[in-house]
């Protein structure tokens, strides 16, 4: 019962160093999704896959790049890490349309200094 | 995405039922209700979902008003598992391709021994 994989858990990095998250899930779902959560905040979307081949910018896609290298995979590539980019970082995956539910990872907790 | 309105805390005695309220007055014809909980450390999970009717699950129960401008989340019988921050969503039936979830910054829920 893997679900949605996020690796790593933690990291932390200098400002100005580049890092890729990696996420895979094992439900042959569609659709996979990159959030950030910040401190007392609710989850921001950054970028969406509705489908393998496509991606779209979501809510806060500035300072990010994502791939998805294959149905199972979905990668968030930050170039130059930045101070402001600290944060909860979680992957989510659903089936596509009819209101399915999304299936979300434990998150990458990433501390820019 | 149409707005919610949820209290910021609750507390709740173990093994009580606990009822979380939502306000979406400009919810449109179209739009689901969604509710997700957030343990401590980890990502959000999908509770229940509905659009007119009264559902139930295994989790929780989602009781919509008649002019479905409030719903409440009802967890039957609180326990120490179910302190969580919930999330009330609102997600337009999807013309196509993938869901985007906007979350608020939720109700945190307290369950005391």
């Known amino acids: 019962n893997a679900g949605v994989t996020q690796t790593p858990k933690f990291q932390v990095l200098k400002t100005g160093q580049s890092m890729t998250l990696q996420c895979a899930q094992d439900m042959n779902h569609n659709s996979m999704y990159w959030y950030r959560q910040d401190p007392g905040m609710g989850l921001r979307l950054i970028y969406y896959s509705a489908s393998e081949g496509t991606t779209d910018k979501g809510e806060v896609p500035n300072g990010y790049n994502v791939s998805r290298l294959n149905k199972r995979e979905f990668s968030l590539r930050l170039e130059s890490a930045a101070p402001s980019q600290t944060s909860v970082y979680f992957c989510?995956?659903?089936?596509?349309?009819?209101?399915?539910?999304?299936?979300f990872g434990d998150g990458t907790r990433l501390s820019i200094l | 995405d149409a707005k919610t309105t949820q209290p910021n805390s609750m507390e709740s005695n173990e093994e009580e039922p606990v009822h979380l309220p939502c306000n979406h007055s400009?919810?449109?014809?179209?739009?689901?209700i969604h509710w997700y909980r957030q343990l401590p450390s980890q990502g959000p999970e999908y509770v229940i979902h509905?659009?007119?009717s009264n559902v139930n699950n295994r989790m929780a129960s989602l009781a919509i008003a008649e002019d479905r401008k409030s719903s409440t989340l009802i967890l039957h019988r609180a326990t120490l598992r179910d302190a969580a921050v919930y999330y009330c969503i609102l997600r337009l039936l999807p013309q196509g391709g993938s869901e985007k979830l906007v979350f608020g910054k939720g109700t945190k829920l307290t369950v005391n021994p």
């Open positions: 989510a995956s659903s089936d596509w349309g009819g209101n399915q539910p999304q299936h």
């Open positions: 509905g659009l007119t």
């Open positions: 400009t919810i449109s014809g179209t739009d689901y």
